[in-house]
């Protein structure tokens, strides 16, 4: 943090009428043990007060707010053989990020101890939770409107409202942020001065106020409408979506293109999806669904995957972003975070995001279909295009969906051809119909002269329990889906 924040930050406050839950002066205290619980309870306090952070601060008079210096110096202070900070940190949980910052202030020399407030349990010191009411700190515990109000707060707190930067003048906003892509996409005009569209930006959480006429970018605003996702942390420009397209069926042909994406995801997705698109190879007439040359994979399949990758993906996970991989015979995207819905029931239940905010945005800007109705559109499109069903594969720390090319029945393998008929059942069964031998014949350009290839597929489903008779006591009335 700069000198010059801190100062700015001190002013303002310095300037609160009086000492609020999340905020105490002090002169000189030093005892370890009340500045312990003093911390649990500022952090609590500040999450119940809708506060990203408590302080603490020495060398001002409770009173009048003045500076008045302070000898207490917690780089220097120990506790037993122990660096006091490194004390402090065995006894709270979870342990917060603290940070103590000397501050030289025009009227004098401070101590500021800056709080995060909780983000997925109560602060605690040696195992219990404090919090402020009025100038005492009880025990959290004690006071249970508050410990449920505390755990209520917690609950939305998300990756999308934390910083990208801080304390950056508003011409910096309007420069690493591409507003004008926000103002067009949102179909809103573009205000005349640039007070309203900080106002806006601020409205959609795009942005937030911060101390001295200064400005915070939060994440969601970064990795939405970035004007160069470069310009952020390496930990945020690394969520940018790295695109690569091989020659062959595999990663050891030739790359024949890579493309990293530097602009925001809603600011930069029309012109991901069309490079996409240019690059898709272009399909012959094949089975009776397709009568004229079409991409290799549906281009609304391909967007709203794109889009569920984007959306879905664990903004925690450092180091990595979703990634696009274009292969001579199907398309793959990855992304990271293993995904919070089964990936057989992805389509008939509604998604779970972690991202809330960003699915609720791009919605709105209408980069994807409304919630619960995509993924099953995605596998619609592909039974028109007779294409084989998509995997959706979770890994241990990602998400995968491979999007295949067209393949004649005789070229599926067996487990493509059973993944085809039960996603196949489980679309049937969201239309209120059942799968029959003659719809998943269908489904899978099989001549109705060869029914019984669809039968022995049917078979291998109900084995795998995928699919069961939808009337125990009259098998030709049809299948369902295994959870139906």
Known sequence: MSLE?????????????????????????????????????????????????????????????DVVGTSFDPFTKTVGNQVFEFWLKQKLSPAPVLQFRRVAHPSGNLILLEIPAPTTAPTCFEGIPYIRVGSATPKLTDDQHRYQALIEKMRPYTWEHGNAKTYVTSDTVLSEIDYAAYF???????????????????ADRLIKKDVGDRWNILNLGAILFAADMTLFDGSLARKAVRFVKYEGTDRTTTVTHRRDGQKGYASGFEGLLGYINGLLPQNELIGQALREAHPLFPQLSVRELVANALIHQDMTITGAGPLI???????????????????????????????????????????????????DKVFREVEVFQLPAPLLKANADSMQVVLYGPRTFAEMTAEERVRACYFHAVLKSMAGERMRNATLCERLGIDAKNAAQATTVIRKAMDTGLIKYADEDHPRAGYHPWWH
Request: glycine share 6%.
């Open 5 to 65: 924040r801190d100062i700015d930050l001190i002013n303002d406050l310095r300037a609160q009428l009086a000492e609020t839950p999340w905020l105490e002066f002090k002169t000189s205290l030093g005892d370890q043990n009340k500045i312990g619980c003093l911390i649990s309870a500022l952090s609590n306090s500040a999450r119940l007060e809708g506060k990203e952070s408590a302080f603490l601060v020495w060398g001002i008079a409770d009173g009048t707010h």
């Open 184 to 202: 067009t996409l949102t179909k809103q005009p573009l205000p005349d001065n640039r007070q309203h569209i900080l106002e806006k930006l601020e």
């Open 325 to 375: 991989e274009l292969f001579s015979d199907r398309l793959e995207i990855t992304n990271p975070g293993c995904p919070l819905v089964d990936t057989n029931r992805m389509i008939d239940l509604p998604p779970r995001s972690r991202n809330e905010a960003i699915a609720s945005l791009m919605r709105r800007m209408g980069m994807c279909e409304e919630q619960g109705s995509g993924l």
